[in-house]
């Protein structure tokens, strides 16, 4: 009890237990971002095999391999992970950045992965204060972050992310902690049917498809969470921020023409920005449309 009253008094003591309980949490996204992929390619062959009627189930690996087993360990050495040396942020830099076992480079990803998350979180609890706002936002950005950079590494936006993502929205717009339940409805029928058209429309008149049925589920989510009125915004900013990054990485790499891009990461990043800043994102899109 003491703790809660000094979690709802204290800025400074928000943001800390915020800032360090996050450190948690990204550790856990990380085991997200590597394992939730893999879960969903071996059940896709598991289901494959199945509808092919072969008689024995397929063995991927022995024993089970979920979010919980088996414990984490180096891929190169297989040596597994202790507590100690699976601390967030600290024992990354107590290890020098390798394998205890072997010494192997471990990915600057899971230390980056652990302090974006905290920094946001803390960013969040800033403007939210104390309260059952700032549990919601947190849910969605740590979701957003995991969404993002499994989209990023595999082009793939897992429905067991962007559905439950979908769902709490609405839930919690029920008594409208952020928009009232008809905007969020609308936004998620709408965000689904938006990007759903110009996917069919792209696609009769290119002949090719410009983007997956993962970004549908994931802007109906975002409108799930902000209302309907967030989806110009977000369909502008995220087109303009992967069309700036997509010029920029063909200069970088030297390419003169197109390569396949995920679009779930600039839809993640412009929909924390019209949620968190809701208020403030609907004030400036009043101020452009509607000047008088």
């Given at each position: 009890?003491?703790?809660?009253?000094?979690?709802?008094?204290?800025?400074?003591?928000?943001?800390?237990?915020?800032?360090?309980?996050?450190?948690?949490?990204?550790?856990?996204?990380?085991?997200?971002?590597?394992?939730?992929?893999?879960?969903?390619?071996?059940?896709?062959?598991?289901?494959?095999?199945?509808?092919?009627?072969?008689?024995?189930?397929?063995?991927?690996?022995?024993?089970?391999?979920?979010?919980?087993?088996?414990?984490?360990?180096?891929?190169?050495?297989?040596?597994?992970?202790?507590?100690?040396?699976?601390?967030?942020?600290?024992?990354?830099?107590?290890?020098?950045?390798?394998?205890?076992?072997?010494?192997?480079?471990?990915?600057?990803?899971?230390?980056?992965?652990?302090?974006?998350?905290?920094?946001?979180?803390?960013?969040?609890?800033?403007?939210?204060?104390?309260?059952?706002?700032?549990?919601?936002?947190?849910?969605?950005?740590?979701?957003?972050?995991?969404?993002?950079?499994?989209?990023?590494?595999?082009?793939?936006?897992?429905?067991?992310?962007?559905?439950?993502?979908?769902?709490?929205?609405?839930?919690?717009?029920?008594?409208?902690?952020?928009?009232?339940?008809?905007?969020?409805v609308l936004?998620?029928?709408?965000?689904?049917?938006?990007?759903?058209?110009?996917?069919?429309?792209?696609?009769?008149?290119?002949?090719?498809?410009?983007m997956g049925?993962?970004?549908?589920?994931?802007?109906?989510?975002?409108?799930?969470?902000?209302?309907?009125?967030?989806?110009?915004?977000?369909?502008?900013?995220?087109?303009?921020?992967?069309?700036?990054?997509?010029?920029?990485?063909?200069?970088?790499?030297?390419?003169?023409?197109?390569?396949?891009?995920?679009?779930?990461?600039?839809?993640?990043?412009?929909g924390f920005?019209?949620?968190?800043?809701?208020?403030?994102?609907?004030?400036?899109?009043?101020?452009?449309?509607?000047?008088?």
């Amino acid at each position: 009890m003491e703790l809660i009253y000094l979690l709802s008094t204290s800025k400074a003591w928000l943001l800390a237990i915020t800032g360090l309980f996050s450190l948690l949490i990204g550790s856990f996204l990380n085991v997200v971002i590597y394992r939730l992929p893999i879960i969903l390619e071996r059940q896709w062959k598991q289901d494959c095999h199945e509808w092919q009627d072969q008689q024995q189930a397929l063995e991927m690996t022995p024993g089970h391999f979920n979010l919980v087993t088996p414990r984490s360990q180096c891929p190169t050495c297989g040596h597994s992970i202790t507590a100690l040396e699976n601390i967030p942020l600290f024992s990354y830099l107590f290890l020098g950045g390798k394998c205890a076992g072997c010494k192997t480079p471990i990915s600057a990803q899971y230390p980056l992965i652990e302090l974006a998350t905290a920094l946001i979180s803390i960013l969040i609890a800033w403007e939210a204060g104390y309260g059952i706002l700032l549990l919601a936002l947190l849910g969605f950005t740590w979701t957003l972050i995991a969404l993002s950079v499994i989209d990023a590494k595999t082009m793939l936006l897992p429905d067991m992310l962007t559905y439950p993502l979908l769902w709490a929205g609405l839930l919690l717009n029920m008594n409208g902690l952020i928009v009232p339940l008809p905007d969020a409805v609308l936004g998620a029928a709408f965000g689904y049917l938006s990007l759903w058209s110009i996917f069919h429309l792209f696609r009769l008149l290119t002949g090719k498809e410009g983007m997956g049925y993962g970004d549908f589920k994931l802007l109906a989510a975002l409108g799930a969470w902000g209302g309907w009125q967030i989806l110009p915004f977000v369909i502008f900013a995220s087109s303009l921020f992967g069309a700036v990054f997509g010029i920029l990485w063909m200069l970088v790499k030297g390419k003169g023409e197109s390569l396949p891009m995920p679009f779930g990461p600039w839809l993640a990043l412009a929909g924390f920005v019209a949620v968190v800043w809701h208020e403030g994102i609907l004030a400036y899109m009043t101020r452009i449309f509607m000047p008088f």
